[in-house]
């Protein structure tokens, strides 16, 4: 079993939506058992509260389920528990070794470097964008899975 864990500042937008979307491509490859999918925040700022309102709207616009899900915080444990651990941003990769010390086995990425231009994943928090943000967050995922696919585990 491969065990992700999308990683954003808040677990309110973006991780969330990462989530989501990678559980749907695993569920269209017919994949699900094969994967445990999940999400946190690097903050405390949102813990226990639901996705953000654009993000729902922006997934559901899309068809793509998002139900259950309440913000999170990413803990040092998670670094043995998950194979890959997945950021949106620099930011987030910093707070995210801050959190697990260091990364000894090569398990932490930014979404976007399994693409043919990494670079970050804006947060809609602050740009207001959650169309850009769908765009990458999707752009990311297929990208991340084909890279799972062709031995990236």
């Known amino acids: ?16 939506m990462a989530e989501f979307v990678m559980k749907q491509i695993v569920e269209r ?17 949102e813990i226990g509260n639901g996705i953000h309102y654009g ?4 997934l ?3 068809n793509v389920p998002c139900t259950g899900h309440r913000a999170v915080q990413m803990t040092r444990a998670d670094y043995e528990k998950y194979d890959y651990l997945i950021g ?3 930011a987030n990769i910093r707070n995210m070794l801050r959190i697990v010390g260091q ?14 231009k990494p670079r970050a994943i804006a947060d809609p928090w602050y740009t ?11 752009e990311g995922c297929e990208a991340f899975y084909r890279y799972l696919c062709t031995g990236g585990r």
């Not at 445990?36 to 405390?44: E, V």
């Not at 993000?55 to 922006?58: A, L």
């Not at 207001?128 to 967050?137: K, L, R």
């Open 88 to 90: 949106m941003d620099d």
């Open 128 to 138: 207001g964008n959650f169309d850009v943000t769908y765009a990458d967050v999707r």
């Open 103 to 116: 990364d000894r086995e090569g398990k932490i990425y930014k979404l976007l470097d399994f693409t043919d």
């Open 29 to 45: 490859e017919n994949k699900s058992s094969d994967f445990y999918i999940s999400s946190a925040a690097t903050s405390t700022e």
């Open 55 to 58: 993000t729902i709207s922006k």
């Open 60 to 62: 559901r616009e899309e």
């Open 1 to 16: 079993m491969i065990r992700i864990l999308f990683v954003c500042h808040g677990n309110i937008c973006r991780s969330p």
